[in-house]
């Protein structure tokens, strides 16, 4: 972390990883420019995604089906297909 913060290498959005930001801290930095927007009448796309091993043990079919159901189509069900298309898993592990 030293040698990111000396070459000055983290974007200040960065808010994992760091002292005194968190997920919370970049909830309440999303909710502010979200009102913002609103207020402005601007247009507001948001998309989290959780890249947990998760999508490894759901059934892929399975999944698309039921988020069609849910009317998710187009360009963004065509994205999540690729992504889980031929997708794989390997674990790190770390030896000291």
Known sequence: MSYLDQHKLINKAQHGFLAKHSTVSQLLECTNDWSLSMASRRLIDCVYID????????????????????????????????????????ECFYFR
């Open 51 to 90: 890249f947990r091993r998760d999508f490894d043990v759901v059934c892929h079919n399975k999944l698309i089906t039921k988020l069609q159901a849910y009317g998710i189509g187009g360009r963004l069900l065509t994205w999540i297909i690729a992504f889980l298309s031929n997708r794989t898993h390997s």
